[in-house]
C-alpha cells in the first residue's frame, strides 16, 4: 500500500516535470538522411568545441523534413532542415502559408550515387543508355514510339561490349531519396538520348515520367532496403550483382567493392566535384531565420558549419565523403550565411 | 482375445507413440536452443573487438607560452585553445621526416579527432600538467584500430587497402616503439553517441532506455493494476464490462506504430511535449503495455484460491481490506511477472519511437526525461547504417548491451516471483 502511493506521487512529479520543457536550448534539426551523416560530424563537434549543447538531428527523410520546418514559427518547431535536393515550390509555399517567411538556403556540396560490385569481378563501363536499357520497366524498340517490355536479361543484351553475367542490381526502394535520384540522374539521363521520348517530356510529360522513370519489376532490379552497409555484404557474396548507393559508402568500402564508371566518369572525388561523372546531385540546409538569435547557438552554427575546417576543399566533411563546392561557390555560400539572405521562389 | 491380451497387445504401439513425440519435443527444443546459441555466439564473436579500444601513447609538450595559458586560467579560457596543435607537434617531433602535405593528413589522423578534447579534459581536470611534458595516451583513428585488430588486412594490396603504405609505414614504426596499446574500452560504456567509432558510446542510449521505462512503469503499473482489480473483483457482470474486457484484449493486439501516430498527434501536437523526449517515449509505449499487464494481472488475481477471500470475509474484513491485505499480494507475483514481460516488450520497441522523434543523433547524455534521447534498439539501427565500418562491431556490441539489459530485467522479475511466491 505504501510503495502504491510512492509510485503514484512519483509518477505525479513526472508529469509536472514535463510542463517546464517549454523553452529549448538546444538547436533541432531534421531532414534528409543523405545530408544527415555530414550534418551530425558538424554537430558533434560544435558540441564538443563550445559550450553549446549539441544539436539534435533527427533523419526524418527530405519531404518529411520539410514537413516538420515548414509546421510553425514557434520554438517547438524545427530549425534547419537538411535536404538532398532543392526545396520544392509547394514545399516553399506551404512554409510561406505556416508563417515561416524567411528561410536561408546552404548549398553544402554535392553527393555521387554509385554503381559498384565486388572488387574482384567484372570492371563495368557504363553510359546512363546502359543503365536505362537495364533497368527501365520498358524500352524502346527500333521504331519510334513504340515501347516493349524490358527484354535484356544480361548485360551483353544491352550493349555487346558489357560482360556477359545476368542483369542484377541491389538498390534502394522507393522511398528513399538515393533512389529518386539514381532514377532522375542516370535514368532518366539516358532515356533523353532517345530523341522521341525526349519530345514526348513538351507534348505528354507525365508519360515521359513514367517511360523514363519506371524501374522494373521482374527481379532484375532487387530492393535491398535502406540500409547501404547490407548491399555492400551481399555484393561481396555475390560477385555478378551490382549495387547503388551513396559515394560515402564506396570511399569507406573501397577495399570489397569498386565503382563503374558512367559515361566515361569514375566515381572519385575529383570528378564528382568538377560534374565530370553525371550522377551527382546537390545536398543542402534550409535554416529558419526567426530562430538565429532565438535558440543559442545558432549563428555559431552555421559559421562552424559553412568555415573552411568543415566544408572547404580539405575539410573535415570531405573526409566522410562529402563533395566540395568549388571557391566561387564556397564564397557565395559563406556570404549568404553571413547575410542570413533570405530564399526567394 | 479378452480386453488383457487387446490392452497388451496395443501397448507397445502406444509406448512408441510416446516415445515419438517425447523425442519431437525434446528436437523442438534442441533446434529453439541452437538457433539461440548460433545468434548469441555470432554476435559476441562480432562484438568481442569493440570491447578494445586501440590506443597511442606520445609524449606532449604542454608549454604554457605555446598554448597561451596558465595554471591559474579558468575553465574558459582552457576551453578555447587549440589542443590539435600540441598533439600535431608531438607527431611532428617523432616524425620530422614528414614534410609533404598529404603525408602530413596522414600522420594527424593517426590519432582520433576526439584527441584534442581529450587532452584538454585532461589539462581541465588537473591544471598541474601544464608547463610540463607529459606522456599522454590517445585514442586512435578508427582505420588505425581496424588495422591493428585485423579488420583491414595489411597484407592486401596496397590498390585496395583503406590504410595505404605511407601510413602503415608510420603505424608499424609506433608499434615497434611500443607507443600502441590495447586496452578495455571504457569510453564505449560511458559516453553518448558519435559520428567517430572510436568515440562513440553506449551510454547514452541505455540511460534513454532506462528513463524511458522508468516513465512506462509509473505510468502503466498502477493503472493496469488497479483496473485489473477493479475488472477481477468489484465489477459487476454485465454487458458493459464484457466489452470493456473484449476491448483491452483487442488493444493488445494492436500495431504498435499506430500508438506512436496517437503519441505524435496527442502528447507532441496537442500537449506540446517536447520531442524525443524519453517522458513522450515512455507514455506511448505505456499505451502499448497497458493491456498486457492488465491482462496478466488479471490472471494473476484469478488464480488466488477463492477460499482466501471467503475465510477475510468471513473473519469480518471489509471487500476492500479482503483485496488489498489477502488477495493482492498473493497476486503480486504473477503481476510483476506480467509486468516485467511488458517492460521487456517496450525495452526492444522502435516503431512507435519513430514517430515521435526518438530516432535521432543525440551526443549528450540526457540528464532527465525532458531531454532529447534515444533508446537501445534505435541506437543498434543508427549504427548499422553508418558508412564508416568501424560501426560494425559497435552495433554487435549495443546489441550484446540490449541482451544484458533484458536478462537483468528477466533476472530480476525471477528473483522477484521467488521471493514472493506462496504454494498453496
Not at chain 2, 477481477?232 to 483487442?250: G, S, Y
Not at chain 2, 501516430?261 to 517515449?281: D, K, M, Q, T, Y
Amino acid at each position: 500500500m505504501k510503495n502504491f502511493k510512492t509510485l503514484l506521487t512519483l509518477s505525479a512529479l513526472v508529469t509536472s516535470l514535463s510542463s517546464l520543457a517549454a523553452g529549448r536550448d538546444y538547436i533541432s534539426i531534421v531532414g534528409s538522411s543523405t545530408v544527415y551523416p555530414f550534418a551530425t560530424v558538424v554537430a558533434e563537434r560544435f558540441g564538443k568545441s563550445t559550450n553549446f549543447k549539441t544539436p539534435k538531428i533527427e533523419s526524418t527523410g527530405t519531404g518529411g523534413g520539410m514537413k516538420l520546418f515548414c509546421k510553425g514559427i514557434n520554438v517547438d518547431t524545427a530549425d534547419i532542415t537538411n535536404a538532398s535536393r532543392r526545396i520544392k515550390a509547394s514545399e516553399f509555399a506551404m512554409c510561406q502559408k505556416n508563417g515561416v517567411k524567411d528561410i536561408v538556403e546552404v548549398l553544402i556540396g554535392y553527393d555521387g550515387i554509385v554503381v559498384a560490385n565486388a572488387i574482384k569481378s567484372h570492371t563495368f563501363a557504363l553510359t546512363r543508355k546502359d543503365l536505362f536499357l537495364a533497368l527501365a520497366k520498358e524500352v524502346p524498340t527500333g521504331k519510334d514510339g513504340e515501347l516493349i517490355a524490358n527484354p535484356n536479361k544480361k548485360w551483353s543484351d544491352v550493349r555487346k561490349e558489357l560482360p556477359n553475367v545476368k542483369i542484377e542490381v541491389l538498390g534502394p526502394p522507393p522511398t528513399s531519396g538515393t533512389r529518386d535520384a539514381f532514377v532522375e540522374l542516370a535514368m532518366e539521363g539516358g532515356c533523353k538520348k532517345f530523341d522521341w521520348i525526349k519530345a514526348t517530356k513538351k507534348s505528354n510529360k507525365a508519360k515521359y515520367k513514367s517511360i523514363c522513370h519506371t524501374v522494373r519489376e521482374d527481379g532484375a532490379y532487387v530492393e535491398a532496403g535502406e540500409n547501404d552497409n547490407l548491399i555492400i555484404q551481399k555484393l561481396q557474396k555475390n560477385p555478378d550483382a551490382l549495387g547503388i548507393f551513396g559515394f560515402s559508402f564506396l570511399d569507406q568500402n573501397a577495399d570489397v567493392v569498386k565503382g563503374a564508371t558512367i559515361d566515361g566518369g569514375a566515381p572519385e572525388f575529383d570528378t564528382i566535384a568538377d560534374g565530370y561523372y553525371p550522377v551527382s546531385r546537390p545536398l543542402f540546409f534550409y535554416v529558419k531565420k526567426a530562430h538565429v538569435g532565438k535558440i543559442p547557438g545558432m549563428s555559431e552554427f552555421l559559421k562552424e558549419f559553412t568555415s573552411e575546417k568543415a566544408m572547404g576543399e580539405e575539410g573535415y566533411l570531405t573526409d566522410k565523403g562529402l563533395i566540395p563546392l568549388d571557391a566561387g561557390k564556397f564564397k557565395t555560400v559563406q556570404d549568404a550565411v553571413i547575410n542570413l539572405k533570405p530564399l526567394s521562389l | 482375445m479378452n480386453i488383457t491380451q487387446k490392452v497388451q497387445k496395443s501397448l507397445k504401439k502406444r509406448y512408441l507413440k510416446e516415445k515419438i513425440f517425447k523425442s519431437m519435443g525434446f528436437i523442438s527444443v534442441a533446434v529453439a536452443f541452437l538457433f539461440l546459441l548460433i545468434l548469441i555466439s555470432d554476435i559476441t564473436i562480432k562484438a568481442l573487438p569493440a570491447f578494445v579500444q586501440t590506443q597511442i601513447v606520445l609524449q606532449v609538450d604542454l608549454n604554457e607560452q605555446d598554448l597561451g595559458i596558465t595554471q591559474q586560467s579558468n575553465v574558459d579560457e582552457i576551453r578555447q585553445v587549440d589542443f590539435r596543435r600540441v598533439i600535431r607537434a608531438a607527431l611532428k617531433k617523432q616524425f620530422p621526416q614528414v614534410k609533404k602535405r598529404k603525408q602530413k593528413k596522414d600522420l594527424y589522423s593517426l590519432v582520433s579527432v576526439g584527441a584534442e578534447y581529450q587532452l584538454r579534459d585532461l589539462v581541465l581536470e588537473n591544471r598541474e600538467i601544464l608547463g610540463t611534458t607529459q606522456k599522454v595516451t590517445f585514442i586512435a583513428d578508427d582505420d588505425v584500430d581496424a588495422l591493428i585488430k585485423g579488420v583491414i588486412d595489411r597484407n592486401d594490396e596496397e590498390s585496395g587497402r583503406r590504410v595505404k603504405d605511407f601510413k602503415l609505414k608510420l603505424i608499424e614504426t609506433l608499434e615497434k616503439n611500443g607507443q600502441i596499446e590495447k586496452n578495455f574500452n571504457w569510453q564505449f560504456f560511458s559516453s553518448g553517441d558519435s559520428r567517430e567509432p572510436e568515440l562513440a558510446g553506449i551510454k547514452g542510449a541505455v540511460l534513454g532506455s532506462l528513463y524511458t521505462l522508468l516513465v512506462t512503469l509509473l505510468m502503466t503499473f498502477p493503472v493496469a493494476v488497479a483496473a485489473a482489480i477493479y475488472l477481477e473483483e468489484f465489477a459487476p457482470k454485465n454487458r458493459m464490462v464484457d466489452f470493456i474486457e473484449i476491448n483491452i484484449n483487442n488493444l493488445a493486439a494492436v500495431p504498435s506504430i499506430v500508438f506512436g501516430l496517437l503519441g505524435l498527434a496527442v502528447f507532441i501536437n496537442f500537449f506540446e511535449l517536447p520531442r524525443s523526449a524519453p517522458i513522450v517515449g515512455g507514455i506511448v509505449l505505456s499505451l502499448m503495455t497497458l493491456p498486457t499487464i492488465i491482462i496478466a494481472s488479471r490472471s494473476a488475481i484469478k488464480a488466488v484460491p477463492p477460499s482466501l477471500r471467503e475465510a477475510a470475509l468471513g473473519l469480518g474484513a471489509s471487500k476492500m481490506q479482503t483485496v488489498f491485505h489477502h488477495v493482492f499480494p498473493a497476486a503480486l507475483p504473477g503481476i510483476l511477472t506480467g509486468t516485467i514481460i511488458g517492460m521487456a516488450q517496450a525495452l526492444g520497441e522502435t516503431a512507435p519511437l519513430l514517430m515521435i522523434g526518438m530516432v535521432a543523433f543525440i551526443v549528450d547524455i540526457p540528464q532527465s526525461v525532458t531531454d532529447p534521447a534515444t533508446v537501445l534498439p534505435i541506437q543498434v539501427y543508427l549504427w548499422a547504417d553508418s558508412p564508416e565500418r568501424g560501426f560494425l562491431e559497435k552495433t554487435s556490441a549495443a546489441i550484446l548491451v540490449l541482451i544484458a539489459f533484458l536478462i537483468t530485467m528477466n533476472a530480476i522479475a525471477i528473483y522477484l516471483r521467488k521471493k514472493f511466491e506462496k504454494k498453496w
